[in-house]
């Protein structure tokens, strides 16, 4: 456990569901002490936290404490999207695998909000040639037969699931009736947890449950690792 890290306090998720309620620039204005007392803060010092933590689960992780490294922004995009309310209602943060941050290697991932805590592992999406790499792999004897191997161990180990299919058909060229045709349907894979937000996350010991989670969800972040996110 942390010396530096004692919990998200009450204020985080006070904060978090006023926001939801609120979602305006006057309310978050009004606000703007008790986002960097209890959004910011607690979140800098749970990734200096949990960070070393993460890395001695897989030593090629990185992180960065601050925003716009290993926590989101909490503005959004509204570029192109229909809903207009400026602020996201949640806190994400993301630790990523290798020199350059970003999606294109398996991470550990965490969204808190005011009710549900979301932890991740795995990558979203897969670029084009990832996306072949993992499907070759899929289809590879021995290779497809170690992912099953993680899943199973993944998915036995507690109440985690796999991210849901994002493709109603096998890719061309690929077997319909492959056994680990199922797999296929993956544009992206993670497996996730999520859960009512626990009593241990107003602790320092919350630092033990995330790491504990991930590392239980790791076996399938290593399969990626060796067999899809070095594609390009």
């Known amino acids: 456990m942390s010396d530096e890290f004692a919990g998200f306090p009450a204020g985080t998720f006070k904060f978090l569901k006023g926001l939801s309620a609120n979602n305006t620039k006057a309310w978050f204005d009004d606000h703007r002490g008790d986002y960097d007392a209890f959004y910011v803060t607690p979140a800098r010092d749970f990734v200096v936290a949990v960070g070393p933590r993460l890395q001695k689960i897989s030593p090629t992780v990185q992180f960065a404490p601050k925003i716009n490294g290993s926590i989101f922004r909490i503005n959004r995009d509204i570029r192109f999207s229909k809903d207009k309310t400026p602020y996201k209602d949640h806190l994400d943060m993301w630790f990523w695998h290798g020199d350059r941050k970003g999606w294109g290697a398996p991470g550990f991932y965490m969204r808190l909000t005011a009710n549900r805590l979301i932890l991740g592992v795995g990558m979203h999406r897969f670029e ?7 499907r070759n792999a899929v289809v590879d004897a021995r290779a497809g037969k170690a992912l099953e191997k993680a899943i199973a161990e993944v998915t036995s180990a507690g109440p985690y699931e796999l991210g849901a299919r994002t493709r109603k058909t096998v890719p061309r060229g690929f077997d319909k009736d492959h056994p680990r045709a199922g797999l296929l349907l993956h544009d992206g894979l993670t497996v996730g947890l999520d859960v009512k937000v ?6 320092p010991a919350f630092v033990d449950y995330v790491a504990d989670h991930c590392a239980a969800m790791t076996p399938i972040a290593k399969w990626l690792l060796k067999h899809v996110s070095e594609a390009s």
Request: glycine share 0%; hydrophobic share 45%.
């Open 198 to 203: 626990p009593a241990v996350a107003k602790t």
């Open 128 to 134: 084009k040639p990832q996306a072949e790499a993992f």
